[in-house]
């Protein structure tokens, strides 16, 4: 698909290499019932099926179980889609809430779901046909591979050991190292000692995309947008019509010649 091959290949995981959408619903729903002190711990029938395509308006986690009390008050999936960033702060000033309080009881249900119950939760977590195939060839090629993601880096790790890929946690760049993604290309850029066109980023974010569209020391980065992940119809046509950003197929990227 290219004529060359980067020194850098930089991918998103949730939405790129992952798919947790089943696990992201059960902990949303947990983390939920905890929040807003539901009893009724089943959740209502269909719930989960409108959760999974809005998966794409969520930047982090805490929005998840925000995003669960939006469908349960019967907020239109048309206003989520269109003002999600509102409404989410919206229902936090209204109950009172913080993000981060969100964020700290979503990431101890999933700890002690993991604690108590690996496999089950492991099982809940999906990997997209070929990605972990894409993975090993990646890291047996002269090409550096990082992951960059809002996810933990514990997860990523227990989930790509579960598939018998181990990752140096220093090439795991999580949630928890709490700097933008553009910041992290940048460091490394100046750690390698190379020039931001032999940096290609993987990401199903294309707000991601267009922020590090317009850094001026990053405009040589080649910016990749995955179309199969969490992403929307508008945000794909988008990137179809942006000289800077290439919008990819799965195939395209598990091929053999995507960045190897």
């Known amino acids: 698909m290219m004529e060359n091959s980067p020194s850098i290949l930089a991918l998103d995981f949730d939405g790129v290499i992952c798919d947790g959408l089943i696990e992201y619903f059960q902990v949303a729903w947990r983390a939920y019932c905890g929040v807003w002190y539901v009893e009724n711990k089943i959740p209502p029938d269909g719930l989960a099926e409108t959760f999974y395509p809005l998966r794409a308006v969520i930047e982090t986690g805490w929005e998840m179980p925000v995003l669960i009390k939006a469908l349960i008050e019967g907020v239109p999936e048309e206003q989520i889609y269109q003002g999600w960033h509102d409404i989410s702060k919206q229902i936090l000033e209204k109950d009172n ?44 090629s002269s090409v550096q591979l990082y992951i960059i993601t809002t996810k933990e880096g514990r997860f990523v790790k227990q989930l790509l050991q579960r598939w018998g890929v181990e990752l140096n946690s220093e090439l795991i760049f999580g949630k928890e190292v709490k700097r933008p993604k553009y910041e992290i290309i940048r460091e490394l850029i100046k750690k390698h000692n190379i020039s931001p066109g032999n940096v290609w980023f993987v990401e199903d974010r294309l707000k991601t995309l267009q922020v590090v569209k317009k850094l001026p020391d990053l405009q040589d980065v080649k910016l990749f947008l995955a179309s199969w992940g969490y992403n929307t119809a508008s945000e794909r046509e988008a990137a179809k019509n942006d000289e800077r950003i290439k919008l990819i197929s799965l195939a395209q990227f598990v091929q053999d010649s995507f960045a190897c």
């Open 97 to 140: 809430l913080k993000s981060q309080n969100v964020a700290k009881k979503l990431d101890n249900i999933r700890d002690e779901w993991i604690k108590n119950d690996l496999d089950g939760w492991l099982s809940l977590n999906r990997f997209y046909p070929g990605t972990i195939e894409k993975i090993r060839s990646i890291a047996s």
